[in-house]
Antibody
């Protein structure tokens, strides 16, 4: 069955960096767009970034553009999010999710990893 | 960026009642690329509806979606105990995906 397992979250100081990973299994990873979506504590969902199946196309929310970088390794069935210059407002649970294309919704989500940015 | 506004913020209903949730977009959603998700506490969101009106795999037929352009609706025909949760709409027709702020359906 489809599984997405995020890791790499934790406590980091403002201005610091963190790299999130998402391990995928149960489907042909290289056929799917992948995305990161976050949820601040007690708040709603916010799309962060997506990447095409071949890594040829990426896009970012304005709130993270220039600070976050999405990437993937299809040989390792893994998705990544490099987060630099972290701010308190980046504190959230970060979910990875898959989509068939850029114009299909996210049909499977991981359970999320918590990132806390605090001094 | 397309802004999605959901209403009401909270819906207080009893099991067996009908729930009607609204999602309004600040501009037309391309090709009805509008989805609805359900989220329960401590869980990841679950896809319910895509393309404004198509049910995702395994979703009961008491859930239905409708609408086009800027106005969309999620209807739960008869609320089951497991349906009390937060519901989000999402548009994925523009390059920048956006979500509504959510509607909480709570037990009256």
């Amino acid at each position: 069955q489809v599984q997405l397992v995020e890791s790499g979250g934790g406590l980091v100081k403002p201005g610091g960096s963190l790299r999130l990973s998402c391990a995928a299994s149960g489907f042909t990873f290289s056929d799917y767009y992948m995305s990161w979506i976050r949820q601040a504590p007690g708040k709603g969902l916010e799309w962060v970034s997506y990447i095409s199946s071949s890594s040829s196309y990426t896009n970012y929310a304005d709130s993270v553009k220039g600070r976050f970088t999405i990437s993937r390794d299809n040989a390792k069935n893994s998705l990544y999010l490099q987060m630099n210059s972290l701010r308190a407002e980046d504190t959230a649970v970060y979910y990875c999710a898959r989509s068939s294309t850029v114009v299909t919704p996210s049909d499977y989500w991981g359970q999320g990893t918590l990132v806390t940015v605090s001094s | 960026e397309i802004v999605l506004t959901q209403s009401p913020g909270t819906l207080s209903l009893s099991p067996g009642e009908r729930a009607t949730l609204s999602c309004r977009a600040s501009q037309s959603v391309s090709s009805s690329y509008l989805a609805w998700y359900q989220q329960k506490p401590g869980q990841a969101p679950r896809l319910l509806i895509y393309g404004a009106s198509s049910r995702a795999t395994g979703i009961p037929d008491r859930f239905s979606g409708s609408g086009s352009g800027t106005d969309f609706t999620l209807t739960i025909s008869r609320l089951e105990p497991e349906d009390f949760a937060v519901y989000y709409c999402q548009q994925y027709g523009s390059s920048w995906w956006t979500f509504g702020q959510g509607t909480k359906v709570e037990i009256k």
